[in-house]
Every structure is written in structure tokens, then in C-alpha cells.
């Protein structure tokens, strides 16, 4: 029995467990803020790409590899289409009220400019669709769900308490890897999204996290898109 999934084992504090997200983490923040005085839009990607790399082999240290984080081949491609509607439903109302809440003490900056080149830009549009459906959707779903949050839970032993202290503690980070561009409202939207998200990766994105990678790119396939034709979304 592979220790690492074992609800049977002693819950305390795994120190490998913490080595991992910390490293990762950290690839994750010198890669952007190096990358960031030279490119404001391949930042996030640079540092994401390199932490995928990283996460992967610290992964397979612990015997262990991304499918044992949930992305493995669906049992039902039926059931998973639902998951991904019913993600992105929770995804429209965890954002609209937070942006509720934001908008009495932030003002919305939106992306501050950083992919106005796309709009009406065949070029930029098709690079940054797939930025999108590498960066944006999978890696991110990866690194700050299935990463992120199983790393953390296992530093503080598993169980249900430890799930949501590392789906909080997800949430924050991702709120954050978000203010550089989109300011304070931005990073608190982000964060809500992403703890809707984190729960319910908790709830089926262990066995399968393909919805919540569907429901991102989805999301901001549209975002683009309206971005693209001119349209104020």
C-alpha cells in the first residue's frame, strides 16, 4: 500500500510532503518575477511550464504521477461533460458574488492591458487560445488543485481538516499568482474561484479532473474570444 494515499498512517506532519509544495511554489514565483520585467504576458506561462517539470519529478520521487492526482481516462465521458456544466455553474456564482463583495472596496482594473493585443489579431488570438488550453486550463488545474492541495494536505497528515486548511491555502495563492495584473478585486475574485474549485476537486477531482480543466479553458476560451471580436464581456 502506497503510504502517501494510506488513511490509516499516523497524521503528522510530512515534512517530504511540505519539501515538495515549497519547491514547486517556489518555481512558480522566481520564474514569473524573472520573467516578468522582460514579457507581462509569457510570466505566468514561463513559471507554470517549469513548475509542471519540476512538480512531475518530484512526483515520481514519491512513486507517484499525475493520474494519482486525477488525471487519468474517464470511466464516463457523460458524466464528466455534467461535472464540467455543474463546475462552471459554481464557478459563475462563487465570482459574481465575490465580485459583489470586491467591488465596494477595489476598483476593477481588469487585466490591466495585457492581452488588449488581442483583439482583432488572428496571430495573437491563436496564441493566446493556446496559451489557454496548456498554461491557463491544465497546468494551472494541475499545479494549484491537484499539486498544490494534495501536497499540502498530506504535510498536515490528511483527513478532512487538512483538506480544507490546503484548499484555503490553494485559494490564497492562486488569488495572489493573479494581483500582479489584475490588482486586489482581481486577486479576490480569482481566490473565490479558485476555492470553488479546490472543493470541488476535493469532491471528484481526485478520481477525475478533467471538468475542472474543461470548465477553465472553457471560461477563458470565451474570455478571448469576446476579447478578440470587441466584445465587452
Known amino acids: ?90 464557478f459563475i456564482v462563487a465570482v459574481k458574488s465575490m465580485q459583489l463583495v470586491a467591488e465596494y472596496f477595489f476598483d476593477n482594473v481588469g487585466a490591466s492591458g495585457r492581452f488588449d493585443h488581442v483583439e482583432g489579431n488572428l496571430t495573437a488570438y491563436i496564441g493566446i487560445m493556446f496559451l489557454v488550453w496548456t498554461h491557463s486550463s491544465f497546468f494551472e488545474e494541475l499545479l494549484f488543485r491537484a499539486f498544490v492541495i494534495s501536497r499540502a494536505s498530506h504535510f498536515f497528515g490528511g483527513g478532512l481538516k487538512a483538506d480544507l486548511i490546503a484548499v484555503v491555502f490553494s485559494s490564497v495563492f492562486f488569488g495572489y499568482r493573479h494581483y500582479y495584473y489584475q490588482g486586489m478585486y482581481g486577486a479576490l475574485v480569482t481566490g473565490a474561484a479558485g476555492f470553488t474549485f479546490g472543493m470541488l476537486y476535493l469532491w471528484f477531482g481526485r478520481k477525475n479532473i478533467l471538468p475542472l480543466i474543461f470548465a477553465h479553458g472553457i471560461f477563458n476560451s470565451l474570455s478571448q474570444t469576446f476579447r478578440f471580436l470587441g466584445i465587452d464581456d
Open 1 to 90: 500500500m502506497n503510504l502517501e494515499t494510506s488513511d490509516k498512517s499516523p497524521r503528522t506532519l510530512n515534512f517530504g510532503a511540505l519539501a515538495d509544495l515549497l519547491i514547486v511554489m517556489a518555481v512558480l514565483v522566481i520564474v514569473k518575477q524573472s520573467v516578468l520585467p522582460y514579457s507581462f504576458l509569457y510570466a505566468g506561462p514561463a513559471s507554470t511550464f517549469s513548475a509542471m517539470i519540476f512538480g512531475t519529478i518530484l512526483l515520481r520521487r514519491r512513486g507517484l504521477g499525475w493520474k494519482d492526482l486525477g488525471l487519468r481516462w474517464p470511466e464516463s465521458w457523460l458524466k464528466t461533460a455534467g461535472l464540467t456544466l455543474l463546475t462552471m455553474f459554481l
